[in-house]
Structure formats: structure tokens, C-alpha cells
Nanobody
Framework: QVQLVESGGGLVQAGESLRLSCAAS????????MGWYRQAPGKERELVAA???????NYADSVKGRFTISRDNAKNMVYLQMNSLKPEDTAVYYC????????????WGQGTQVTVSS
């Protein structure tokens, strides 16, 4: 059974920092691309950051230079360090585990709320 459990969300003021964590179980973590997505009210879900099994990273332009994604394969954990938060970062943040090749899968956590006040 696959589980992705996010933690670390909360309410902060603009300019503050948060670190999100995602604990994965039920997948072979080392061969899985891990990502963080977010969805704000009235907006489509968007990719925030992703890290491949080989360690390559990809960031949305809106967070580049402020957010950092990292993974710890020994602990089956992925993190999102969010610095210099802005009100427009307010959203529910979802952890994602994805593979394009066999075995193919796409799993999602329940999400954690991040609210940034101005």
C-alpha cells in the first residue's frame, strides 16, 4: 500500500520560511521522481519543484531562487525548503511520486495547507 504523508504547512507572514516534508512508503523510493505541486483557490494545480532519481531538479519560474527541493533516499523522504514566502505562495501543497516508465505510477499525498499573510 502506497502512502505519501505531508507535514510542515502552516500560517506565516510574508518573508518568512517553511520546510515541508513528505514521507513515502510502499514504493521503491530510489527509482521514483518526487515532486511538490500546489493548488490555490480558483487556480489549476501546478508543479512547484521536482527531483528525479538521479538528482536532477526542476522548479517553477515563480519559485526559482527561493525554494529548494531535496530527497533523502535512506529515509524515503522528500523536502521543500521555502524561503522568502509571498502571499501568492498560499496554496495546498501536495507530495507526488511518479514514474514514466514501467512500473508506471502516479501517487499523491493528502496535501498540507500553506498560508502566507501580507
Amino acid at each position: 500500500q502506497v502512502q505519501l504523508v505531508e507535514s510542515g504547512g502552516g500560517l506565516v507572514q510574508a518573508g518568512e520560511s517553511l520546510r515541508l516534508s513528505c514521507a513515502a512508503s510502499g514504493v521503491i523510493f530510489s527509482i521514483t521522481t518526487m515532486g511538490w505541486y500546489r493548488q490555490a483557490p480558483g487556480k489549476e494545480r501546478e508543479l512547484v519543484a521536482a527531483v528525479t532519481s538521479g538528482g536532477s531538479t526542476n522548479y517553477a519560474d515563480s519559485v526559482k531562487g527561493r525554494f529548494t527541493i531535496s530527497r533523502d533516499n535512506a529515509k524515503n523522504m522528500v523536502y521543500l525548503q521555502m524561503n522568502s514566502l509571498k502571499p501568492e505562495d498560499t496554496a495546498v501543497y501536495y507530495c507526488n511520486a511518479h514514474r514514466n516508465r514501467w512500473p508506471q505510477y502516479d501517487y499523491w499525498g493528502q496535501g498540507t495547507q500553506v498560508t502566507v499573510s501580507s
